[in-house]
T-cell receptor, first 114, second 112 residues
Framework: ELKVEQNPLFLSMQEGKNYTIYCNYSTTSDRLYWYRQDPGKSLESLFVLLSNGAVKQEGRLMASLDTKARLSTLHITAAVHDLSATYFCAVDLGFQTSGSRLTFGEGTQLTVNP | KAGVTQTPRYLIKTRGQQVTLSCSPISGHRSVSWYQQTPGQGLQFLFEYFSETQRNKGNFPGRFSGRQFSNSRSEMNVSTLELGDSALYLC???????????FGQGTRLTVV
């Protein structure tokens, strides 16, 4: 059974600081997504990582994927209050004929303080 | 380009009742998957449909069922509702079974 673990689960940081969220998973996959969720809202797609060594950047967020280590990271640079949200990684096993389409991590609740 | 549309957005039901939720995927998308989100269990996969066939199913009781129509629209049904079924139900669509999934706004179900 695929397990996806994120850490930390809660992150409180000051504006202007940098930090990294980690996503470890337990089975082979080269397809991983990062989503953002605001309270009471749905999931907003941030990054799609489709191969080993993939790196994507958008604004203050950068995501990477190491399929050999089964690890993805979401790096936050110079955090601002607007980044406060819950961030989920999700591993896609859609190419398999059984099991979950997307398996999500527990989520990292990020709070950026002024 | 219209996104994934879920209806209704909010629903309040009584224990023992049944409920049907609807999901209209992005035009041209043939895969629809459903997820349940609760504070205790997080985001859990319910089932996935592709070309009107259930492709796989998560670890949920038989009270949870779904179907997909020829136009790729999907419905999920929960019978004999329990308090623990209160959750945000999310639907996602994708072109095929191994392409990026896009989420709808969700249906917030409250069981009282």
């Amino acid at each position: 059974e695929l397990k996806v673990e994120q850490n930390p689960l809660f992150l409180s940081m000051q504006e202007g600081k940098n930090y990294t969220i980690y996503c470890n998973y337990s089975t082979t996959s080269d397809r991983l997504y990062w989503y953002r969720q605001d309270p009471g809202k749905s999931l907003e797609s941030l990054f799609v990582l489709l191969s080993n060594g993939a790196v994507k950047q958008e604004g203050r967020l950068m995501a990477s994927l190491d399929t050999k280590a089964r690890l993805s990271t979401l790096h936050i640079t110079a955090a601002v209050h607007d980044l406060s949200a819950t961030y989920f990684c999700a591993v896609d096993l859609g190419f398999q004929t059984s099991g979950s389409r997307l398996t999500f991590g527990e989520g990292t609740q990020l709070t950026v303080n002024p | 380009k219209a996104g994934v549309t879920q209806t209704p957005r909010y629903l309040i039901k009584t224990r023992g009742q049944q409920v049907t939720l609807s999901c209209s995927p992005i035009s041209g998308h043939r895969s629809v998957s459903w997820y349940q989100q609760t504070p205790g269990q997080g985001l859990q996969f319910l089932f996935e449909y592709f070309s009107e066939t259930q492709r796989n199913k998560g670890n949920f009781p038989g009270r949870f069922s779904g179907r997909q129509f020829s136009n790729s629209r999907s419905e999920m049904n929960v019978s004999t509702l329990e308090l623990g079924d209160s959750a945000l139900y999310l639907c996602a669509s994708s072109l095929t079974v191994d392409t990026e999934a896009f989420f709808g706004q969700g249906t917030r179900l409250t069981v009282v």
